[in-house]
């Protein structure tokens, strides 16, 4: 049964947020994609309008009869009010070349298939006729790629994929071919930014075959001190083989964020404090925040969170933050457009929402409290 | 009687923090001292060993006698603890002049003579033999005047003041030479400085033979939006006329900041209070502070509490962080010396803990609140 979803599921694909799985206040989400195309019909920039329209039924079809797509809404883009399709930009689901330009001229046949109770989401008619798609929430690349692969199983058996023996899978860009993976661990090292030790770090990695990006994958700047980590090349070697090497890298990175937050805690104990308090104080207050601003705030209320100097603080309320206060989420709560300056002001409300229920033991105390209690 | 009062009485002279008086929260004090010397001594630099003993002597005995001196301490400062003696300059009871150097080589005889309960001391061997004094709390120049001119009658009746017949009372600055009388008024003005009113205003009050200095008098700089507004000039007026002038010019600059404020709230209402917000924020949870930057976030809280933006929070407490987050009143409280880092950690503690008993109403609503709820 697939319904055709319009408009948008409310809460689609956020289970990510919920801050379960592996150390999740290092690692915000776990993400895997598998690209994919359908044999006879032109890839990528090369798909006509029929193509695309082809390859949407063939993905529709398929869909009705994939165990783990039960239940899915198939998501046309040019059937999706802007805002909608932002939303599933802004909850890491479509891409921004998903949703085509901003004028409304989407392309034909774009579309998303959302799971209702898997983490499971498939882009039609992006870079390659299929993204298989998955996001977990904390490390948990293993599981992740299961599911991930059962998905790929399933359509490769009511789909002819187009496969090479020599090559692998084949995708609209070179980059991909083979076994068509990315992995991706959404990593939250600002310990490494504060010490200065994070471009080693990032070099290490380049030379083991990972790459990073930010938040938004491909091109995005990293703000908020979110590392995206990936696996560079997908030709030759297993998707175990990269999904276990990633892994060990990923061990490897988190083990350095720790050791950087004791060398914090070792040499600058009270300025690190200080700057964690001063972010949550200005999240707490503020009545207008940007974007930038907000994830910067925010990776510091985080680090005071693994730091346990937030007692009482949970990481999924950050989360949740993170995507709730993007522009179009913005939007659909306010049951309108805004501008920037409204948007900050909405945003920096909604925060301070967040905060105030989330309970924060001891405000008043720190290591300056040894001093006799102010009279008043 | 007179005690001869060291250590120096813990709470003495801070009546003016009391946020009495009118306007309190843009007029945080009236200050008047009257500079007055001794008949038959050397004034000021000129003044030798002999001349301070002496003078501080018939001080001690004047005092013993005048009415409104009943009951004072006479500190000397040679026999305080330097903190002590910090703690008299921080509560604007003796300038830095009269402390001498840092080293501790205070000048024979300087002293203040400290009131139990009156706004009243006096400065012994400052720049003058005596420098009768008052504060008040808010715009109270009447009742000032009447207190010092009170106090400066019961002097010369027990004291051969140095007197002039056509200039008045002679004094060991000629800027002095006449009435002697600096007034003083102490205000806060946020709005006139964010809208870029300040230098006009400033500019107009020296045409009329007004002056303003920062919160610690001459040659201190203006921090936290605090100006100290004076007259020029003592000579060839009476008292009285310079006292109603200071008062007229400044319920003059009273109106133009709240028109200031005014403007704000049309023009950028979002952006102040954004900004106010923030400043609370901060100061309530901020671990660490320097004093000028307190001062600034103090400055934006004050202006929060004049517009309403903060219901619920007093002008008081204000008030008496900015005196008890001085570094010797720091000192004080923990007991022994610190380091200007470790100031900053005990004067963020100070300043959490005052707030944190001050109940701030309706922080978690603002004009962004009209959106629905965010869901959690």
Not at 72 to 88: G, N, Y
Not at 214 to 220: F, M, Y
Request: proline share 4%.
């Amino acid at each position: 049964m697939i319904s055709d979803g319009s408009p948008l599921p409310s809460a689609s694909g956020l289970a990510w947020l919920d801050a379960s799985g592996e150390r999740p206040d290092i690692v915000l989400s776990t993400r895997l994609r598998l690209a994919r195309n359908v044999q006879g019909h032109a890839f990528g920039g090369r798909a006509r309008v029929n193509d695309r329209a082809a390859v949407l039924e063939k993905v529709r079809d398929a869909a009705g009869r994939a165990p783990l797509l039960q239940g899915v809404s198939v998501v046309e883009i040019s059937a999706l009010p802007r805002r909608q399709a932002r939303l599933l930009m802004e909850r890491r689901l479509a891409s921004r070349e998903l949703l085509g330009s901003s004028d409304g001229d989407s392309r034909t046949g774009a579309a998303v298939v959302l799971s209702p109770d898997r983490p499971l989401s498939v882009m039609v008619n992006e870079e390659d006729h299929l993204r298989l798609q998955t996001i977990y929430s904390g490390l948990n690349l293993r599981e992740a790629w299961n599911l991930v692969d059962s998905l790929d199983e399933e359509m490769g058996r009511e789909l002819p994929l187009a496969y090479h023996p020599e090559f692998g899978f084949l995708t609209s860009c070179p980059t991909n071919v083979g076994t068509g993976l990315r992995a991706s661990v959404l990593l939250h090292l600002p310990a490494l930014v504060l010490t200065k030790e994070i471009g080693k770090v990032l070099q290490g990695l380049s030379q083991v075959g990972l790459t990073f990006r930010g938040l938004h994958g491909e091109g995005s700047e990293v703000v908020g001190n979110f590392f995206q980590l990936s696996n560079q090349t997908t030709l030759g070697r297993t998707e175990e083989d990269l999904v276990d090497h990633l892994e060990r890298m990923v061990r490897q990175v988190i083990h350095y964020e720790l050791q950087a937050r004791e060398v914090l805690l070792r040499d600058a104990a009270a300025e690190t404090e200080d700057k964690i308090w001063r972010a949550y104080g200005l999240l707490r207050y503020a009545r207008s925040v940007s974007f930038d601003e907000l994830m910067n705030l925010l990776s510091g209320v985080r680090l005071g969170v693994g730091l346990k100097l937030l007692p009482g603080l949970r990481v999924y309320p950050l989360n949740k933050i993170m995507v709730f206060t993007q522009p179009a989420h913005l939007e659909e709560v306010a049951g309108r457009g805004l501008s920037t300056a409204e948007a900050d002001v909405h945003r920096a409300t909604y925060v301070r929402r967040i905060l105030a229920n989330e309970g924060v033991v001891g405000t008043e105390s720190g290591p300056g409290d040894s001093s006799p209690a102010a009279d008043d």
